[in-house]
C-alpha cells in the first residue's frame, strides 16, 4: 500500500533563514507526490507536484521540492522563509489501484512556525 | 481563476439529524473527491466520482451516501449524524493528476 511519512510534528524556523520540511514515501510503482499547505480554517492549497522528469520540482510562493529516489525522500523547501509561510504543509502521494481514479493519500502533517 | 465551491461552509446538527453538503467543482474537472479531516487530523479519502460515476470508495460510512449529477456538481449526504461526525469536509476536483480543494464545510454535531 502506498503510504508517506512525515516524520515532524512542528518545524521551527527564524524569518528569513531556509528551511525544509521532511517526507519520506513508500509506494510501489513511480510515485506521484503533492505538497500542499493549509491555513488555519482555509482548505487544502496546492504547492507542486512530482510526476516524472527534474528531480527539483518548483512550486507555488517560492517552495521547491526535491525528490530522490534512492532516500524515497520528497522534502519541501523555501531558501528563504517568511512569517506568512507560517501553516500546516501535507505531503501526500496518490494511490495507484488498478483501476484509476486515485485518491491522495496524506501524510500526517507538518506545522511550520516561522518567527520574526 | 475559478476554485472549487462548497456549501454551507459551516453546519451545525444535533445527533441522529440529516446533513447534505454541496460540492461544485472546477468548470471542465471530471472527477470528484471527497474527504473528512478530524480535528488536528490529516484528510482521509470518503469516496470519489469520474464522469458521474462512482470511481472509488474509502472509509465512508454507510450512514453516508454521495452521488454526482449531470452539471458535475456532487453532493454528499449523511444521516443519523453521530458526534464523532463533526468534522472538516473536503471536495476536491481533477481532470489530470492534481486535486484542487475547495475551502471545506465544517460540520458540528452537538
Known amino acids: 500500500a502506498q503510504s508517506v511519512a512525515q516524520p515532524e510534528d512542528q518545524v521551527n524556523v527564524a524569518e528569513g533563514n531556509p528551511l525544509t520540511v521532511k517526507c519520506t514515501y513508500s509506494?510501489?510503482?513511480?510515485?506521484?507526490l503533492f505538497w500542499y499547505v493549509q491555513y488555519p480554517n482555509r482548505g487544502l492549497q496546492f504547492l507542486l507536484k512530482?510526476?516524472?522528469?527534474?528531480?527539483l520540482v518548483k512550486g507555488s510562493y517560492g517552495f521547491e521540492a526535491e525528490f530522490n529516489k534512492s532516500q524515497t525522500s520528497f522534502h519541501l523547501k523555501k531558501p528563504s522563509a517568511l512569517v506568512s509561510d507560517s501553516a500546516l504543509y501535507f505531503c501526500?502521494?496518490?494511490?495507484?489501484?488498478?483501476?484509476?481514479?486515485?485518491?491522495?493519500?496524506f501524510g500526517a502533517g507538518t506545522r511550520l512556525a516561522v518567527h520574526p | 481563476a475559478a476554485g472549487v465551491i462548497q456549501s454551507p461552509r459551516h453546519l451545525i446538527k444535533e445527533k441522529r439529524e440529516t446533513a447534505t453538503l454541496k460540492c461544485y467543482p472546477i468548470?471542465?474537472?471530471?472527477?470528484v473527491y471527497w474527504y473528512q479531516q478530524g480535528p488536528g487530523q490529516d484528510p482521509q479519502f470518503l469516496i470519489s466520482?469520474?464522469?458521474?460515476?462512482?470511481?472509488d470508495k474509502g472509509s465512508i460510512p454507510d450512514r453516508f451516501s454521495a452521488q454526482q449529477f449531470s452539471d458535475y456538481h456532487s453532493e454528499l449526504n449523511m444521516s443519523s449524524l453521530e458526534l464523532g461526525d463533526s468534522a472538516l469536509y473536503f471536495c476536491?476536483?481533477?481532470?489530470?493528476?492534481?486535486?484542487?480543494f475547495g475551502p471545506g464545510t465544517r460540520l458540528l454535531v452537538l
Open positions: 468548470p471542465r474537472h471530471d472527477t
Open positions: 512530482y510526476i516524472t522528469g527534474d528531480n
Open positions: 501526500a502521494v496518490r494511490d495507484m489501484p488498478s483501476g484509476g481514479y486515485n485518491k491522495l493519500i
Open positions: 466520482f469520474y464522469e458521474k460515476m462512482q470511481s
Open positions: 509506494v510501489s510503482g513511480n510515485p506521484y
Open positions: 476536491a476536483s481533477s481532470f489530470s493528476e492534481t486535486q484542487y
